[in-house]
């Protein structure tokens, strides 16, 4: 059981390979195998096999993985630590949405098959109705679900664990069950040789059939899991975890395709009905009546091993969905009544009774087949993520971790596992078209409340802490321009731009220091110097400020850089500009303005001004090389400020290489696009005719060359952030950020507000793009 | 998650050591991609099969494949516990 934080304990490293492949064997030969058996072969016929043997080469793509990952992170959040690890942004919460779900519909399964195998078993002894209910009404088979549903969230509020000797006794029996039944099978097809006929046709509902068997009993593949999820228990788990991964799948995957042998080849119809149809028409009970057939004792044998595997694998889903959820709350990603644990019990009962109802509503409104396909896709689709995670992993951690086990043909062979699961995912619709519209359902709302809900809480759990505010407006609308101060020297001239900048706006000004402390001291530890960020910084800019006439709040912060105060600033009061200053020099060749500018320029989501120069009080000539329209707009709009402030005279450039070979015609297109883009400033020129002219189009093929030139025959140049992709920032660099190094004069780089969806692409390119790992901040 | 937080978690490697292990698999990789295609090639050999005999060729020689590609799988296990061991030392 998992436990609370105030209770954690470290677990002891007993189990050796061979418990713990059994643990993985137990958990594959369950209720997945008993249940789906024949629906997988109504669906595919005899090919069955194929279906089995497909799965266990596309399990094994994605066991590489497992046997990978868990071997270095053997943690015990297995698939849903790695993704958080691996991939960016709702990924996390959404394998954790996801798992959730896919472990409360498997609940919901294993529901539903054992009310088909208790009312199977009341058939047998002859009870026809049970309160007057007939046995075979669908009220009756939806209520024993739910009944029994409610005993295994009582059972595990109790806090009874998923593994343990009845767990081991469990396995045991089962595995002996279905030897018997597969022996006895074999034994009749090799004394029947008739029985080999029922394999032809063998596709009879063609490649669909099998690729959709394939998706349905994907869910009996799954159990491996395990294996990685009991890591912080298992001996030398380097090499015994991934030795457990592979060794469980081989012995599980012939027991599976000997089952669907003689399943389909060892029953006699007894009729011109096909064993394979005769089994899909069976359902979840296949296995059972296929058993009554050739097996000693074969319909009680396998009654008994069907109650026991759904018991059991409800329990385990019911106590690990329980435990996502648990998680979930515990991280802010659900809200805080997920993660209460009961005082007498330990348990987290509100999470249980959240997936519990989770369990018994899928069981209640979804046919059989549909809840399976939904929990099949699900499961896909979280194995998909693992296999995308292990390769961001191993790009930015891979040098650092221990690896018990290597993936082959890296990173090909967890691509080839990705497509053979999209594959199969979508042959699921095709199966079941209700599973997958609940499953898009479920995943959409779970994007909605990651948006709405978690990830504002988890962001407010990392943010860096407002230790000092001084009078803060609140008006909701008001223009918000912030500047960071450090260094009183260096204020002023920041001071005065953000102060022009928000008197034009209407806005207020918003001075903020950040108190840094390091890595390896608490956060606690900056408090002490609160009061001498107050008396030395914040006082003096809040005077320097005083001047300008502008309503002026201060603000100081704790965070382990200035870049992560000043992003959560941004976010935190909806600020619409930054104001930082530039030294002129980078730090180290790694950066490209230095990492804190660099960091605020990639992750604030406002506009930004980093200014360069000491005195901006007596500018006369400003020089704008525009590039794009969209850009030049902040960028003349910060010029016509100085022009009223200042009466300054501004020169705006399009510069061109004579590479871009536009013809006249082609120069005046570019311009009027370019006009437009600036033709709603008020102060601009009036007629499109004087824009056109106002906008001087030179050609030349050394642009930085000619901007450099250009700039240092003005007071102040004001040039856009790079737009260029990443590709040419890599093999380049970037032309504002050349110009920035090798001019002298005043300098202000802008950058815009980016869209969200500009925003999110690019941090998601940046994401994959990155070796880096990520870092505390 | 961050580089801290498993560092912190002891999930990470000795800094001293970050960059010294290599990251090739230590798997047979020709052997191994021979086993999964001849696994891949006797699947579609039953399918085509369609229940006859060549069904059946292709089950054994599925089994066998099979079989082959986890012996390697464990094999590869022993020897990149055995490399990294070896590396430890040299680093």
């Excluded at chain 1, 990705?418 to 594959?423: C, K, N, Q, R």
């Excluded at chain 1, 001291?521 to 408090?527: A, F, I, Q, T």
């Amino acid at each position: 059981m998992a436990e609370s934080p105030q209770h954690q304990t470290e677990l002891s490293r007993d189990l050796g390979v061979f418990t713990i492949t059994m643990v993985g064997v137990g958990a594959m030969i369950g209720a997945g195998i008993f249940v789906l058996t024949g629906y997988a072969a109504g669906t595919a016929g005899p090919a069955l096999i194929l279906a089995f043997a497909g799965n266990g080469l596309v399990t094994f793509l994605t066991a590489l993985a497992y046997a990978e990952l868990g071997s270095a992170i053997p943690e015990a959040g297995g698939g849903y630590l790695w993704v958080k690890e691996g991939l960016p942004g709702p990924n996390a919460f959404l394998a954790g949405w996801m798992s959730w779900f896919a472990h409360s519909v498997a609940g919901s399964l294993y529901a539903l098959g054992f009310s088909s195998y208790l009312g199977f078993v009341l058939h047998e002894f002859g009870i026809q109705s049970v309160a007057g209910i007939p046995i075979e009404a669908a009220i009756f088979q939806k209520g024993l679900a739910v009944a029994i549903a409610l005993i295994f969230i009582a059972i595990n509020f109790k806090g009874v664990s998923e593994t343990g000797i009845a767990g081991n006794i469990v396995t045991v029996i089962k595995v002996i069950i279905i030897g018997l039944f597969i022996a006895s099978g074999l034994w009749v097809m090799f004394n029947k040789p008739v029985n080999w006929g029922h394999f032809t046709p063998f596709t009879p509902k063609g490649f669909t059939g099998v690729m959709s068997a394939m998706g349905l009993t994907y869910i009996a593949f799954e159990g491996y899991e395990i294996i990685v999820q009991a890591g912080e228990e298992v001996k030398n788990p380097k090499k015994n975890i991934p030795r457990a991964v592979f060794w469980s799948l081989f012995i599980v995957i012939p027991i599976y395709i000997l089952v669907a042998i003689v399943a389909v080849g060892a029953v006699d119809t007894g009729s011109a009905q096909t064993t394979w149809q005769w089994l899909g028409d069976a359902g979840e009970l296949g296995l059972a009546e296929a058993a009554r057939q050739f097996m000693p004792l074969g319909t009680s044998l396998l009654l008994i091993g069907g109650l026991l595997s759904t018991m059991s694998a409800l329990n385990a889903t019911t106590f690990s969905s329980t435990r996502v959820s648990f998680a979930m709350g515990r991280d802010r990603n659900l809200p805080d009544f997920f993660a209460k644990i009961n005082e007498i019990t330990r348990t987290p009962y509100l999470a249980l009774i959240a997936s519990g109802s989770l369990i018994i509503f899928m069981a209640v409104a979804v046919p059989i087949e549909d809840v399976a396909a939904a929990a099949d896709v699900m499961f896909l689709l979280l194995f998909l993520q693992v296999n995308v995670a292990i390769i961001t992993i191993r790009r930015k951690y891979g040098d650092k971790l221990d690896y018990g086990f290597l993936i082959p043909f890296f990173p090909f062979t967890p691509i080839l596992a990705i497509v053979l699961m999209i594959v199969i995912a979508g042959y699921m619709f095709h199966f079941s078209p209700l599973g997958w519209y609940v499953v898009v359902g479920w995943i959409t709302t779970g994007f909605v409340i990651y948006y709405t809900y978690a990830k504002k809480r988890e962001r407010a759990k990392r943010v860096s802490p407002v230790v000092l505010e001084q009078s803060v407006y609140k008006e909701k609308e008001r223009f918000r321009v912030l500047i960071p101060v450090a260094n009183p020297k260096t204020s002023q001239a920041l001071i005065d731009f953000g102060a022009m900048v928000a008197k034009e706006k209407d806005g207020e000004l918003i001075l903020m220091n950040a108190i840094t402390v390091p890595q390896q001291s608490p956060l606690e530890v900056g408090r002490q110097y609160i009061k001498n960020a107050r008396d030395r910084v914040i006082d003096e800019a809040l005077e320097m400020a005083q001047k300008h006439d502008v309503p002026t709040s201060s603000v100081i912060r704790i965070a382990r850089k200035p870049a992560k105060a000043i992003i959560d600033e941004v976010e935190d009061r909806d600020i619409d500009m930054v104001v930082m200053g530039w030294q002129g020099k980078r730090r180290s060749p790694e950066t490209r303005l230095g990492s804190n500018i660099d960091q605020v320029m990639k992750d604030a989501d406002c506009d930004i001004a980093v200014l360069r120069g000491k005195e901006f009080s007596n500018v006369k000539n400003i020089f704008i090389p525009i590039a794009y329209p969209d850009q030049a707009h902040l960028m003349l709009e910060v010029g016509q400020m100085f022009e009223k402030e200042q009466q300054s005279n501004i020169d705006l450039y399009h510069i061109i290489s004579p590479r871009v070979n536009d013809d006249e015609e082609a120069k005046q297109r570019r311009l009027n696009d370019l006009y437009e883009g600036l033709a709603d400033l008020k102060a601009g020129p009036d007629s499109e005719e004087e824009a056109k002219h106002a906008i001087k189009l030179t050609v030349d093929t050394n642009i930085v060359g000619s901007i450099v030139d250009l700039s240092s025959q003005h007071d102040l140049t004001i040039i856009g952030a790079a737009r260029e992709g990443w590709f040419h920032k890599l093999i380049a660099g970037t032309k504002p950020e050349q110009i920035a190094q090798r001019t002298d004069g005043n300098l202000i780089l802008i950058k815009n507000r980016r869209t969200t969806i500009h925003s999110g692409l690019l941090d998601v390119i940046e994401f994959f793009r990155s070796s880096e790992p990520d870092r505390a901040q | 998650m961050s580089l801290e937080d498993l560092q912190e978690q002891n999930i990470l490697l000795p800094e001293e050591e970050w960059g010294e292990h290599e990251l090739k698999t230590t798997i047979a990789e020709i052997p191994l991609a021979i086993l999964f295609l001849c696994a891949a090639a006797s699947w579609v050999a039953a399918y085509f099969g369609n229940g006859n005999w060549l069904t059946w060729v292709g089950v054994v020689v599925f089994f066998l494949s099979f079989f082959g590609i986890i012996l390697l799988c464990d094999r590869a296990v022993t020897k990149q516990r055995k490399r990294f061991k070896k590396e430890q030392k040299e680093s």
